[in-house]
């Protein structure tokens, strides 16, 4: 079953998948968009003359690496090469009516055979298959004549009228005979493998008429035409593996299979009948009405037609539409027991196309019996509940606990299709109605024309109503749209930059709030910093370094002498802590007084309000960055404060520029002087960590 959104209304077209629905006559694309589906179209003019060919017997067909088609023409004993450029020739030095090798009687199949680059002929006059070089064009090879000579045979290995080929990807040949009615496969070289045929035919009948290699998900496939329009697929060894039954087909002939379609000729209807994967009939190539003797799928998206004799016809695989095509699903069951509801069903289309329509169908009953779709008849909903065509909405009245299936018809001219994207069933409508007295739903019949007229109205208003129930997405930054964002921000009076990825401007905003709180603090500002530039940014602040001191006692040991030693722990301060003193500092012009609140103030006069801006160069240092961190500093400092960027080099690279205990010290050398200046060891003269002191 679907599943609901906000518990009344559901999604039938989930994560880009139809799950509930059946379709025909239509394909998917990634989104699960629906479209009509495609068919091959003529791509130029018939030959002349086509509707008058007889009935052809079958031919072949083959494509070479270079783009060149083979192709033979029973009636004349010959094969011809059709080249890139649609240069045609008789093949030299093969042909010629005859039993001799390299000539050729009724030869019908023929294999471009790419692991040994030869072309395979079946001759099937003469009852075997010769095998020719590709660039020499000499014989190599004959197949199934042991004895040189041209009677049919029914034992392994040899032939009676063969006259379909084809190859699998590791090069093994399967081979058609129309008189012995079997399937024989070969390895690459030639040698018959028995057990292929022997397990086919104990496991059914067949009368083939064409054959054709599918991988699918690395496994390899082979698809058997049968006269009786039947599709017989089996693996390499010949195990039934599935079989389908091909509708609209009287007498087929030629086969093709491409990744989501299957191609067969049909010379009754005289067409070229178009299956789904399935074995489901899509429609007929457009633009053609004559024989058909083979099929082959070219390299430039397109389908080749064999009458029987040259020219042939070529078509372009999308070139057109089917005409109709549909889907049904369901049941989809409503949870709410309320005796009075409505439901909508509302089509989501790309858009308007010309020339083409949409249908929606709806089938609702509290039973299980689902409803009943004739594929084979014109109106296949005729027990359904139709609604206008086109129509993008539809309101329908609905009971406590019921069950809703819907069918929707795509039609169009064969030419362009609607799409489909989705299909949202709103289970218990809320109508418009509830807004207006009770008199409006008094009477049965009123309601019914009253919740159908204002259904017009909400169809209008429901774009808006959609936007203003997403409304609260609008304010989340992961959610928003990307175009939102710069109007999100300004809510916050952050300024974003648009040149920024729209994965960091949305963690801007997200952090904009906090950030404003950490504002003019060391903190907010090292944030920022790093933040906008990427650099890897510090700050200090001399002022809490800055502390009292006093000089100590003469008779001062251990660590309250040295924590007082004037030059090295301490320094001289650039005024008197309580500020002038009468025949001391106070000098005219050079004094000052402060207030007992302010006393020792002047100690810290050139510290306070200052620091330092510590930049390491790194990958992502430039000049162009060293310029952004002044101007985020400049913009986000306190307006009183005063501050120096000072710029980390890295200059020491041990071992490259400076070699301990060769060309640097570590440390203090000794006072003694027993090391000279730049000949100090390591561990000898000195030790890391520790100095020593004369």
């Not at 010629?96 to 390299?102: A, L, R």
């Amino acid at each position: 079953m679907a599943t609901s959104e906000r518990g009344r209304r559901l999604h039938l077209n989930r994560d880009g998948r139809w799950l509930d629905f059946q379709c025909r006559g239509l394909t998917a694309g990634s989104d699960g968009t629906l479209e009509l589906a495609r068919l091959p179209r003529l791509g130029g003019d018939l030959p002349a003359g086509l509707a008058d060919f007889p009935e052809p017997g079958p031919a072949g067909l083959a494509i070479d690496s270079d783009g060149g088609l083979y192709i033979t023409e029973p009636s004349l004993h010959r094969l011809l090469y059709v080249g890139p450029c649609d240069e045609s020739s008789p093949v030299p030095c093969i042909g010629g009516v005859g039993n001799e090798p390299t000539h050729l009687n009724t030869p019908r199949g023929v294999l471009v055979h790419e692991p040994r680059n030869v072309v395979i002929v079946a001759d099937t006059g003469n009852h075997r298959l010769q095998v020719f070089d590709r660039g020499s064009r000499q014989l190599v090879a004959i197949w199934g004549q042991p004895d040189g000579d041209a009677i049919p045979g029914t034992e392994p290995g040899r032939f009676d009228q063969p006259t379909a080929l084809t190859s699998d990807p590791v090069g093994a040949v399967y081979v058609v005979e129309e008189g012995n009615r079997r399937v024989q496969k070969f390895s690459p070289a030639g040698s018959v493998i028995p057990s292929f045929w022997n397990t086919l035919k104990s496991e059914t009948t067949l009368d083939p008429v064409g054959v054709a290699v599918v991988e699918i998900e690395r496994s390899t496939e082979v698809w058997i035409l049968d006269r009786g329009g039947r599709l017989v697929i089996v693996d390499a060894d010949g195990l039934l593996l599935y079989l389908m039954t091909l509708p609209q087909l009287a007498h087929p002939m030629g086969l093709a299979v491409g990744r989501d379609a299957i191609y067969v000729g049909d010379n009754t209807r005289r067409r070229v009948v178009v299956y789904d994967a399935d074995g489901r009939y899509i429609g007929d190539a457009q633009g053609y009405e004559g024989p058909v003797a083979a099929l082959i799928l070219d390299r430039r998206g397109g389908l080749i037609v064999h009458p029987g004799v040259a020219p042939m016809v070529r078509f372009a695989l999308d070139g057109g539409r089917v005409r109709r095509g549909y889907l049904w699903g369901g049941p989809f069951l409503n949870t709410s027991g309320k005796q009075e509801q409505w439901h909508q069903a509302t089509l989501l289309p790309s858009g308007p196309v010309p020339g083409t329509h949409v249908q929606l169908f709806v089938y609702a009953v509290t039973t299980d019996t689902p409803p009943v779709v004739d594929e084979a008849a014109t109106d296949p909903f005729a027990a359904w509940t139709p609604f206008g065509i086109d129509a993008s909405a539809a309101i329908f009245a609905g009971k406590p606990f019921d069950k809703i299936w819907i069918g929707v018809q795509l039609s169009g001219e064969g030419d362009e299709s609607p799409a489909l994207q989705d299909i949202t069933l709103d289970f218990d409508y809320h109508s418009y109605i509830d807004y207006l007295p009770a008199i409006f739903r008094e009477d049965a019949v009123s309601r019914d024309f009253v919740v159908r007229l204002l259904a017009l109205l909400q169809t209008s208003t429901r774009e808006s109503e959609d936007e203003i129930e997403r409304l609260p997405a609008l304010f989340d930054t992961a959610a928003a749209p990307a175009a939102w964002l710069p109007w999100l921000a300004s809510w916050l009076a952050f300024d974003l930059d648009t040149n920024w990825s729209e994965e960091k401007q949305r963690a801007a905003i997200a952090g904009a709030f906090d950030a404003a709180a950490w504002r003019g603090t060391r903190l907010g500002l090292v944030r920022m910093l790093r933040f906008l530039t990427g650099l890897d940014v510090h700050i200090s602040e001399p002022m809490l370094e800055a502390a009292w001191w006093a000089l100590a006692d003469e008779d001062a040991t251990g660590a309250a002498a040295e924590s007082s030693r004037l030059g090295y722990t301490t320094r001289l301060a650039s005024a008197e802590p309580q500020g002038a003193v009468l025949d001391t500092t106070a000098v005219l012009d050079q004094s000052h007084l402060v207030a007992n609140e302010d006393y020792g103030a002047a100690l810290f006069d050139d510290v306070a309000h200052q620091f330092t801006v510590t930049v390491y160069r790194g990958a992502q240092f430039s000049a162009d960055r060293m310029d952004l961190v002044r101007q985020v500093i400049d913009r986000e400092k306190p307006a009183h404060t005063q501050y120096q960027v000072c710029v980390v080099e890295p200059l020491m690279r041990v071992g490259v520029q400076a070699r301990v205990g060769i060309d640097s010290i570590v440390g203090v050398a000794p006072a003694d002087g027993s090391s000279p200046p730049g000949h100090s060891l390591v561990g000898r003269a000195f030790r890391v960590g520790e100095a020593t002191l004369g």
